[in-house]
Protein backbone atom coordinates (compact mmCIF):
# COMPACT_ATOMS: atom_id res chain seq x y z
CA UNK A 1 0.00 0.00 0.00
CA UNK A 2 1.52 3.56 -1.03
CA UNK A 3 2.35 5.38 1.76
CA UNK A 4 0.84 9.72 1.95
CA UNK A 5 2.93 12.31 1.86
CA UNK A 6 2.30 16.08 0.23
CA UNK A 7 2.62 15.80 -3.63
CA UNK A 8 3.75 19.07 -5.87
CA UNK A 9 0.67 20.11 -7.88
CA UNK A 10 1.71 22.69 -9.25
CA UNK A 11 4.82 20.30 -10.91
CA UNK A 12 1.93 17.68 -11.17
CA UNK A 13 -0.84 19.79 -12.66
CA UNK A 14 0.90 23.03 -14.19
CA UNK A 15 0.77 26.54 -12.77
CA UNK A 16 -1.98 27.68 -15.05
CA UNK A 17 -4.44 24.82 -14.06
CA UNK A 18 -4.01 25.36 -10.56
CA UNK A 19 -5.74 28.92 -11.17
CA UNK A 20 -8.38 26.65 -12.90
CA UNK A 21 -10.23 24.89 -9.52
CA UNK A 22 -11.70 21.83 -11.74
CA UNK A 23 -10.09 18.42 -10.96
CA UNK A 24 -7.56 17.08 -11.80
CA UNK A 25 -3.93 15.33 -13.79
CA UNK A 26 -6.31 14.38 -16.42
CA UNK A 27 -8.50 17.81 -16.38
CA UNK A 28 -7.55 17.97 -20.17
CA UNK A 29 -11.12 17.83 -20.50
CA UNK A 30 -12.00 16.89 -24.15
CA UNK A 31 -15.09 19.61 -25.15
CA UNK A 32 -18.22 18.74 -25.88
CA UNK A 33 -20.01 19.26 -29.03
CA UNK A 34 -21.05 22.89 -28.95
CA UNK A 35 -18.79 23.42 -26.06
CA UNK A 36 -15.70 25.57 -26.36
CA UNK A 37 -12.26 24.10 -25.40
CA UNK A 38 -10.84 26.62 -22.91
CA UNK A 39 -14.98 27.46 -20.85
CA UNK A 40 -15.85 23.65 -21.43
CA UNK A 41 -19.42 25.09 -20.81
CA UNK A 42 -22.67 25.38 -22.86
CA UNK A 43 -23.30 28.80 -20.50
CA UNK A 44 -20.18 30.72 -22.24
CA UNK A 45 -17.22 29.41 -20.88
CA UNK A 46 -18.27 30.66 -17.42
CA UNK A 47 -17.55 28.55 -15.05
CA UNK A 48 -19.57 28.34 -11.83
CA UNK A 49 -17.50 28.31 -8.97
CA UNK A 50 -20.54 27.48 -5.87
CA UNK A 51 -22.96 24.76 -5.20
CA UNK A 52 -25.62 27.64 -4.56
CA UNK A 53 -27.43 27.59 -7.48
CA UNK A 54 -27.34 23.97 -8.92
CA UNK A 55 -29.93 20.77 -8.86
CA UNK A 56 -27.80 18.61 -6.22
CA UNK A 57 -27.74 14.83 -6.54
CA UNK A 58 -25.75 12.60 -3.72
CA UNK A 59 -23.10 9.82 -5.60
CA UNK A 60 -21.52 7.21 -3.73
CA UNK A 61 -18.33 5.60 -3.51
CA UNK A 62 -16.84 3.08 -1.65
CA UNK A 63 -15.24 0.09 -0.94
CA UNK A 64 -18.18 -1.52 0.79
CA UNK A 65 -19.48 -3.66 -2.10
CA UNK A 66 -23.15 -4.66 -2.37
CA UNK A 67 -23.78 -7.81 -0.38
CA UNK A 68 -23.62 -6.33 3.09
CA UNK A 69 -26.27 -4.09 4.75
CA UNK A 70 -23.49 -1.01 4.77
CA UNK A 71 -24.91 0.83 1.34
CA UNK A 72 -28.28 0.20 2.04
CA UNK A 73 -27.78 1.57 5.63
CA UNK A 74 -26.01 4.86 4.18
CA UNK A 75 -28.83 5.32 1.82
CA UNK A 76 -31.25 4.87 3.93
CA UNK A 77 -30.19 7.41 6.06
CA UNK A 78 -29.75 9.80 3.65
CA UNK A 79 -33.09 9.15 1.70
CA UNK A 80 -34.64 9.94 5.36
CA UNK A 81 -33.20 13.47 5.36
CA UNK A 82 -33.61 14.45 1.66
CA UNK A 83 -35.21 14.17 -1.47
CA UNK A 84 -32.11 14.40 -3.86
CA UNK A 85 -31.30 11.83 -5.86
CA UNK A 86 -29.01 9.29 -4.69
CA UNK A 87 -26.76 7.88 -7.68
CA UNK A 88 -24.52 4.76 -7.09
CA UNK A 89 -20.82 5.38 -9.08
CA UNK A 90 -19.45 2.44 -7.43
CA UNK A 91 -19.04 -0.10 -4.36
CA UNK A 92 -16.41 -1.76 -5.89
CA UNK A 93 -13.01 -0.15 -4.73
CA UNK A 94 -11.12 -2.75 -3.35
CA UNK A 95 -11.09 -2.80 0.40
CA UNK A 96 -9.31 -0.12 1.93
CA UNK A 97 -7.77 0.81 -1.38
CA UNK A 98 -7.16 4.79 -1.13
CA UNK A 99 -5.23 4.54 -4.34
CA UNK A 100 -7.80 3.39 -6.74
CA UNK A 101 -10.35 5.56 -4.89
CA UNK A 102 -8.44 8.62 -6.04
CA UNK A 103 -7.92 7.38 -9.57
CA UNK A 104 -11.26 6.26 -9.71
CA UNK A 105 -12.71 9.94 -9.04
CA UNK A 106 -10.40 11.66 -11.23
CA UNK A 107 -11.54 8.81 -13.80
CA UNK A 108 -15.09 10.22 -13.55
CA UNK A 109 -15.78 13.51 -11.81
CA UNK A 110 -15.27 15.38 -15.03
CA UNK A 111 -18.77 14.54 -16.76
CA UNK A 112 -20.77 14.98 -14.04
CA UNK A 113 -22.21 18.32 -13.39
CA UNK A 114 -22.39 21.07 -10.92
CA UNK A 115 -24.40 20.34 -7.87
CA UNK A 116 -23.35 16.76 -7.52
CA UNK A 117 -22.28 15.71 -3.55
CA UNK A 118 -19.38 12.87 -3.89
CA UNK A 119 -19.53 10.98 -1.24
CA UNK A 120 -16.10 8.46 -0.50
CA UNK A 121 -16.10 6.14 1.86
CA UNK A 122 -12.72 3.89 1.41
CA UNK A 123 -11.70 4.62 4.81
CA UNK A 124 -9.14 2.22 6.39
CA UNK A 125 -8.78 4.65 9.33
CA UNK A 126 -12.41 5.12 10.62
CA UNK A 127 -12.67 5.78 14.34
CA UNK A 128 -9.21 7.33 14.73
CA UNK A 129 -8.24 11.34 14.70
CA UNK A 130 -8.20 11.46 10.92
CA UNK A 131 -10.26 14.31 9.22
CA UNK A 132 -13.69 14.40 7.40
CA UNK A 133 -13.34 16.84 4.91
CA UNK A 134 -15.14 18.41 2.39
CA UNK A 135 -13.87 20.57 -1.20
CA UNK A 136 -16.03 22.35 -3.23
CA UNK A 137 -14.16 22.58 -6.39
CA UNK A 138 -16.29 24.69 -8.96
CA UNK A 139 -19.71 23.62 -8.25
CA UNK A 140 -18.94 20.00 -7.26
CA UNK A 141 -18.83 18.73 -3.06
CA UNK A 142 -16.61 15.63 -2.56
CA UNK A 143 -16.83 14.42 0.93
CA UNK A 144 -14.17 11.75 1.79
CA UNK A 145 -12.08 11.06 4.66
CA UNK A 146 -8.73 13.16 4.30
CA UNK A 147 -6.93 10.29 3.46
CA UNK A 148 -5.67 10.21 0.17
CA UNK A 149 -8.54 9.89 -1.69
CA UNK A 150 -8.92 13.75 -3.07
CA UNK A 151 -5.48 13.66 -4.13
CA UNK A 152 -7.01 14.85 -7.52
CA UNK A 153 -9.36 17.54 -6.55
CA UNK A 154 -8.83 21.80 -6.17
CA UNK A 155 -11.00 23.19 -4.24
CA UNK A 156 -11.99 25.07 -1.29
CA UNK A 157 -11.64 22.16 1.50
CA UNK A 158 -13.19 22.21 5.18
CA UNK A 159 -13.08 20.52 7.90
CA UNK A 160 -16.48 18.57 8.67
CA UNK A 161 -16.69 19.59 12.62
CA UNK A 162 -20.17 20.36 12.70
CA UNK A 163 -21.59 17.14 15.36
CA UNK A 164 -24.86 18.58 15.14
CA UNK A 165 -25.23 17.03 11.58
CA UNK A 166 -23.98 13.90 12.77
CA UNK A 167 -26.54 10.51 14.23
CA UNK A 168 -26.58 10.87 17.76
CA UNK A 169 -24.84 8.10 19.28
CA UNK A 170 -22.99 6.67 16.45
CA UNK A 171 -20.61 3.97 16.34
CA UNK A 172 -16.71 4.61 15.71
CA UNK A 173 -16.50 2.06 12.88
CA UNK A 174 -19.36 2.95 10.72
CA UNK A 175 -18.82 6.78 9.67
CA UNK A 176 -20.39 6.50 6.64
CA UNK A 177 -23.65 6.18 7.84
CA UNK A 178 -23.48 7.82 10.88
CA UNK A 179 -21.45 10.96 9.69
CA UNK A 180 -20.69 10.91 5.73
CA UNK A 181 -24.75 10.20 5.26
CA UNK A 182 -26.68 12.90 7.11
CA UNK A 183 -23.98 15.76 6.25
CA UNK A 184 -24.18 14.14 2.45
CA UNK A 185 -27.73 14.76 2.72
CA UNK A 186 -27.61 18.39 4.81
CA UNK A 187 -25.27 19.85 1.80
CA UNK A 188 -27.62 18.08 -0.63
CA UNK A 189 -30.55 20.25 1.15
CA UNK A 190 -28.34 23.30 0.74
CA UNK A 191 -26.48 23.72 3.54
CA UNK A 192 -23.02 25.62 2.97
CA UNK A 193 -19.57 23.85 2.83
CA UNK A 194 -19.17 27.17 5.10
CA UNK A 195 -21.21 25.36 8.00
CA UNK A 196 -19.71 22.29 8.27
CA UNK A 197 -16.24 23.27 9.83
CA UNK A 198 -13.02 25.47 9.52
CA UNK A 199 -11.15 25.87 6.20
CA UNK A 200 -8.79 22.61 6.35
CA UNK A 201 -5.19 23.00 5.16
CA UNK A 202 -2.75 20.38 3.81
CA UNK A 203 -4.82 17.50 2.72
CA UNK A 204 -3.50 13.97 2.52
CA UNK A 205 -1.98 13.15 -1.13
CA UNK A 206 -1.30 10.07 -1.87
CA UNK A 207 2.73 9.26 -3.18
CA UNK A 208 3.13 9.38 -6.50
CA UNK A 209 5.25 10.35 -9.17
CA UNK A 210 3.79 12.37 -12.41
CA UNK A 211 4.44 11.67 -15.70
CA UNK A 212 6.99 13.18 -17.15
CA UNK A 213 7.40 14.32 -20.98
CA UNK A 214 10.34 14.87 -22.93
CA UNK A 215 10.79 15.28 -26.75
CA UNK A 216 12.03 11.80 -27.14
CA UNK A 217 11.10 10.18 -24.32
CA UNK A 218 7.72 9.91 -22.09
CA UNK A 219 7.49 8.25 -18.74
CA UNK A 220 4.16 7.37 -16.76
CA UNK A 221 2.73 4.45 -14.51
CA UNK A 222 0.36 2.10 -14.58
CA UNK A 223 -2.25 3.44 -12.55
CA UNK A 224 -5.21 1.38 -12.97
CA UNK A 225 -6.18 -2.44 -14.21
CA UNK A 226 -9.89 -2.45 -15.34
CA UNK A 227 -11.71 -5.66 -15.15
CA UNK A 228 -11.01 -6.70 -18.53
CA UNK A 229 -7.42 -7.16 -17.68
CA UNK A 230 -6.12 -3.50 -19.45
CA UNK A 231 -3.43 -1.53 -17.82
CA UNK A 232 -4.07 1.95 -17.75
CA UNK A 233 -1.49 4.23 -17.48
CA UNK A 234 -1.23 7.85 -16.73
CA UNK A 235 0.48 8.97 -20.02
CA UNK A 236 -2.04 11.33 -21.89
CA UNK A 237 -2.20 11.36 -25.44
CA UNK A 238 -2.66 14.99 -26.34
CA UNK A 239 0.13 15.56 -23.80
CA UNK A 240 2.96 13.29 -25.93
CA UNK A 241 5.48 15.41 -27.69
CA UNK A 242 5.66 13.05 -30.82
CA UNK A 243 3.02 12.47 -33.53
CA UNK A 244 3.25 8.34 -33.19
CA UNK A 245 5.15 6.42 -30.25
CA UNK A 246 5.61 2.65 -29.49
CA UNK A 247 6.39 1.54 -26.43
CA UNK A 248 9.82 0.74 -24.87
CA UNK A 249 9.42 -2.84 -24.68
CA UNK A 250 9.61 -6.04 -27.18
CA UNK A 251 6.37 -7.40 -26.06
CA UNK A 252 4.85 -4.60 -27.34
CA UNK A 253 5.47 -3.85 -30.63
CA UNK A 254 1.78 -1.92 -32.54
CA UNK A 255 -0.67 0.83 -31.93
CA UNK A 256 -4.40 -0.11 -32.59
CA UNK A 257 -7.68 1.47 -32.46
CA UNK A 258 -9.56 -0.90 -30.98
CA UNK A 259 -9.23 -4.07 -28.46
CA UNK A 260 -8.48 -6.59 -31.27
CA UNK A 261 -5.74 -7.83 -33.14
CA UNK A 262 -2.98 -9.60 -32.16
CA UNK A 263 -0.74 -9.69 -29.65
CA UNK A 264 0.13 -6.89 -27.13
CA UNK A 265 -0.83 -3.46 -27.89
CA UNK A 266 -1.13 0.33 -27.23
CA UNK A 267 -3.99 2.20 -27.91
CA UNK A 268 -5.89 5.30 -26.47
CA UNK A 269 -8.39 4.78 -24.16
CA UNK A 270 -11.83 6.09 -23.18
CA UNK A 271 -9.50 8.06 -20.56
CA UNK A 272 -7.84 9.61 -23.13
CA UNK A 273 -4.53 7.49 -21.38
CA UNK A 274 -2.69 5.23 -23.30
CA UNK A 275 -3.36 1.63 -22.47
CA UNK A 276 -2.00 -1.55 -22.71
CA UNK A 277 -3.98 -4.16 -24.14
CA UNK A 278 -4.51 -7.67 -25.68
CA UNK A 279 -7.46 -9.06 -27.38
CA UNK A 280 -9.76 -11.00 -25.47
CA UNK A 281 -7.48 -11.77 -22.56
CA UNK A 282 -5.93 -9.86 -19.52
CA UNK A 283 -2.92 -8.02 -20.20
CA UNK A 284 -1.77 -7.81 -16.75
CA UNK A 285 -1.72 -11.61 -16.92
CA UNK A 286 0.01 -11.45 -19.85
CA UNK A 287 2.49 -9.01 -19.36
CA UNK A 288 3.10 -9.73 -15.74
CA UNK A 289 2.68 -6.08 -15.19
CA UNK A 290 0.93 -4.24 -12.18
CA UNK A 291 -0.12 -1.47 -10.95
CA UNK A 292 2.46 0.90 -10.33
CA UNK A 293 4.69 -0.29 -12.54
CA UNK A 294 6.71 2.05 -14.82
CA UNK A 295 6.35 2.60 -18.58
CA UNK A 296 8.42 4.36 -21.19
CA UNK A 297 6.85 5.62 -24.28
CA UNK A 298 9.29 6.69 -27.48
CA UNK A 299 8.71 7.98 -31.24
CA UNK A 300 7.91 5.45 -33.31
Known sequence: ???HRPINLERFLGADRLREPRLHL???R???ENEQALGGRRDGGKHRRSIVNAVRRVALITDFGTRDPYVAAMKGVIASRTEAPIVDCTHDIAPFDVWQAA???RAIARYWPDGTIFTVVVDPSVGTPRRIVAVDSAGQIFLAPDNGAL???????????NESLFLPNGSTTFHGRDRFAPVAAA???GLSIEQLGPRAEDLVRIEYQPPTYDRGRVEGTIVSIDRFGNLITDIER???PFPSFAMQSPDIIRV???YSGEGPFLIIGSTGCVEIAVAGTSAADRLQLERGDRVTIVPA
Do not use: C, K
Open 1 to 3: MAQ
Open 187 to 189: LAN
Open 256 to 258: STT
Open 103 to 105: FYI
Open 151 to 161: TFVIGIAHSVE
Open 30 to 32: QPR
Open 26 to 28: SEL
Open 238 to 240: IRI
